[in-house]
């Protein structure tokens, strides 16, 4: 039988991933971490809309590094066309 901690535990990630747009692929905010345990309800909501807006700004930022890594890639070669090494 399961403790009534996992219960809950259980039952807060089931709470905030239905508020998430997508379903994520981890525990949202650490969830089986010992101070997942005391939150009152107002923060546990908090933790969940704080942890969407990390999920965004870490889409946001990966778009912006894969597009600076193609615009390196593309100086590089024709750094390399320029210089005969084709």
Known sequence: M??????????????????????PKEAPFELGAPWTHHPNPEELERLAKLHRRIQRKQRALSALIGERK?????????????????
């Open 2 to 23: 399961k403790d009534l901690s996992d219960i809950a535990i259980s039952a807060v990630a089931a709470a905030v991933q239905d508020l998430m747009e997508q379903e």
């Open 70 to 86: 193609t615009i390196m890639d593309r100086c590089i070669r024709r750094q390399r066309r320029t210089k005969g090494k084709n």
